[in-house]
């Protein structure tokens, strides 16, 4: 049977919304929020549920305006973390995360 889901690498030019997650990437960032959460379990901020999970695809999140045009937003590849019990969803910059490249301000930066 033919894989219906084309994963892809974290070089990867398509544009967000059509950017599946392999595996390893999912697992990545799958520890990555584990390892950030400060309570255990990393429960639902809504329902409490310890049942959510990464979804295979990255999603857009709207980010300020473009300075270049000052019309346009930026989009920003999130990984998004579904609660499986009330559908609460959270949003992480991927390029924090490490599964793309692309500027990350840091505290210092003037332009941050």
Request: a negative charge.
């Amino acid at each position: 049977m033919e894989n219906l889901i084309q994963l892809a690498s974290a070089d990867d030019t398509r544009p967000i919304t059509q950017r599946l997650m392999t595996i390893e990437e999912i697992q990545k960032a799958t520890a990555w929020v584990n390892d950030k959460s400060v309570r255990e379990g990393d429960p639902c901020q809504v329902c409490g549920s310890t049942h959510s999970l990464v979804e295979p695809s990255l999603g857009p999140m709207p980010g300020g305006i473009n300075p270049y045009d000052g019309v346009t937003g930026w989009l920003h590849p999130a990984v998004v973390v579904t609660c499986q019990n009330c559908g609460f969803m959270r949003y992480f910059n991927a390029v924090i995360v490490g599964l793309m490249k692309g500027y990350v301000p840091s505290s210092g930066d003037e332009n941050a």
